[in-house]
């Protein structure tokens, strides 16, 4: 097969392995990290169990992700429930953070002018905690990208498997090419999403720039 | 109207914020909720748009007992106003004062035409509009926050500490637009201050709370002034009482003295030639007064030029208006150099002087015909 079809296939693998994950995070972090912040007994215990979750070590996690979801071994959901585990784990915490970066008289005075609580919580507090939000997926984001690559290593198509084919072709002698070229690849992407994470920040608040200008 | 009913708010740990309050604020009219810390004001404040539940008793609106209606939409029919503005910082200043017509599913355009006017009128530049809240000084976001409570057209409006966040010369401006803008819409207001001051210059009733949420006297700001109704209200009043009382009392009879005039940049000869004791008023191109100037008597001469130019004038005195108050009149008195308290007009002309000792009798007078 043609390297540069399989690599380029590899790319893509990562791309969406790396991304979607992130995203499902982040809708299954939104009302976590906003029970984190109504009630706030809530806030230690989940940032323990969040904390906990991120501390298993990653092949591991792959390992025992189809047993725990009735997947069989290599199915292709596996890798990315193992990835979303991950990004709850650590969006969690900056859901309620961002949340908790309203000032207080912004909440009390969209309370007192009429808002609902799920109105106020999507057209003020969201908005104002998106800053905070998209540091965290850029956190979120760039360690899958080096998390996809581990899954690489047990048999997953993603430039991991670059990785796989280096160290096989290391026999006898050294020979680096694609491990190099993961490497690249690698980086790249991971500073491509880091890039679109910043400009869809800054997209999303257009008056964090606003200086005065008499 | 808003009226408490026996209003209570016991919190679980027994603290009692408010106790057994009853109190009335008339339509269209400011009333004043003042008091130091600990004192219940703004818990009051904030049962009557429910951010705050009272533990026992009513607060009615007109003829309607707010527990019956929900939050959200009693809120919406009342402007609120607090201390930082509470202004949304990802909003422009226009969607941010059209906030409340959004909420209500007015109509965009017409929300945002109405809230273009709202911003002129409560005296910030057209221009603001397309801004940030971050990109206003914190006195121009408290007038924006005037604004978007007035964008609905509540009938209410509760101000919690409005203007207490902002340097004294702000206040004062603030305070004076925040009443010549009452004038024109007659709201009914409910205010909290913990400043005295600003509760008499304010409050067309002033309803002084105790620690531990009682209420020690609902009054006119004169009444509270003339007759306090015990000592904690008379130590909270303040000194000066008698004094502060008389900038409540307008006088209309002063019996004015002519006074020789000169316009600023009339040659220097001029003035001394005119001043009757060392000192002549100098007034601008319109006739408003600008200050006295000292004219021989061993005042040092102006080295390098022989007009009358306004860094010569000597600054102390106040002006008081005709029709103003007697505290105005005596103080321009009082301030004066001369001795001759400046009176200008209603259109801010030079209209005559009026000695301490006149307007002291004036007082007497009157004390005397209410005695």
Excluded at chain 2, 198 to 223: F, M, N, S, Y
Aim: net charge negative; with cysteine.
């Amino acid at each position: 097969m043609d390297h540069r079809s399989e690599d380029l296939g590899f790319l893509w693998d990562h791309v969406w392995l790396s991304a979607v994950p992130v995203i499902i995070g982040l809708v299954i972090a939104l009302p976590l990290g906003w029970l984190a912040r109504r009630y706030t007994w809530t806030y230690p215990p989940l940032m323990s169990i969040t904390g906990l979750l991120y501390t298993i070590p990653s092949i591991a996690l792959f390992v025992i992700v189809p047993p725990l979801f009735g997947l069989k071994s290599l199915d292709p959901l596996q890798v990315p429930i193992a990835l979303t585990v991950y990004s709850v784990a650590l969006l969690v915490r900056v859901v309620a953070d961002g949340l908790a970066s309203v000032p207080d008289e912004v909440t009390q005075a969209a309370t007192a002018i009429g808002f609902g609580r799920m109105r106020r919580l999507v057209s003020v507090e969201l908005p104002i905690a998106v800053p905070v939000i998209a540091a965290g997926l850029r956190v979120a984001t760039v360690s899958n990208v080096s998390l996809v690559a581990v899954a690489g290593t047990i048999g997953m198509d993603n430039l991991g498997r670059l990785f796989d084919q280096g160290v096989q072709l290391s026999t006898p002698t050294a020979y680096y090419p694609p491990i190099v070229l993961g490497i690249v690849l690698c980086v790249l992407l991971a500073l491509a999403f880091d890039v679109l994470i910043v400009l869809g920040n800054r997209l999303l608040t257009p008056w964090r720039r606003a200086v005065i200008s008499q | 109207m808003i009226r408490f009913e026996s209003v209570t708010k016991r919190y679980p740990d027994g603290t009692v914020a408010v106790d057994a309050l009853s109190l009335e604020a008339p339509s269209h009219q400011i009333t004043v909720l003042v008091g130091p810390s600990g004192c219940g004001k703004t818990t009051s404040l904030r049962m009557i748009n429910r951010m705050i539940e009272p533990t026992s008793g009513r607060i009615w609106i007109d003829d309607r007992d707010t527990a019956t209606v929900s939050p959200p939409e009693l809120r919406r029919g009342i402007g609120y106003v607090i201390q930082h503005a509470g202004l949304f910082p990802h909003r422009t200043i226009v969607d941010n004062v059209a906030t409340v017509p959004y909420l209500l599913g007015q109509d965009k355009r017409a929300a945002r035409k109405k809230a273009l006017e709202l911003i002129e009128r409560v005296g910030l530049p057209a221009h603001f509009a397309k801004r940030y809240p971050a990109q206003l000084s914190g006195g121009q976001q408290q007038r924006v926050g005037v604004a978007r409570a007035l964008a609905a057209d509540p009938l209410i409006m509760l101000m919690d500490e409005p203007f207490s966040a902002v340097d004294p010369v702000v206040r004062a401006e603030l305070q004076d637009e925040f009443l010549r803008l009452q004038a024109e819409v007659g709201k009914t207001i409910v205010f909290v201050t913990h400043d005295i001051d600003e509760a008499i210059k304010l409050g067309d009733h002033v309803a002084v709370l105790r620690v531990g949420g009682k209420l020690a006297q609902l009054a006119t700001p004169a009444e509270l002034l003339a007759d306090p109704a015990d000592d904690f209200v008379a130590g909270f009043v303040g000194r000066d009482r008698g004094y502060r009382a008389l900038g409540f009392e307008t006088v209309s009879d002063l019996p004015l003295s002519p006074e020789p005039t000169v316009a600023l940049g009339s040659p220097l000869a001029d003035a001394s030639r005119v001043a009757q004791d060392g000192w002549i008023l100098v007034v601008d191109d319109s006739g408003a007064p600008q200050g006295w100037l000292s004219v021989g008597n061993g005042a040092a001469p102006p080295p390098d030029t022989d007009q009358v130019l306004p860094e010569l004038l000597h600054r102390g005195g106040t002006v008081a208006a005709l029709g103003g108050s007697y505290r105005a009149a005596l103080d321009a008195a009082l301030s004066s150099p001369t001795g001759r308290g400046v009176i200008s007009d209603e259109s801010g002309r030079f209209a005559g002087t009026v000695t301490a000792t006149q307007v002291v009798s004036l007082i007497d007078a009157r004390q005397a015909a209410t005695r």
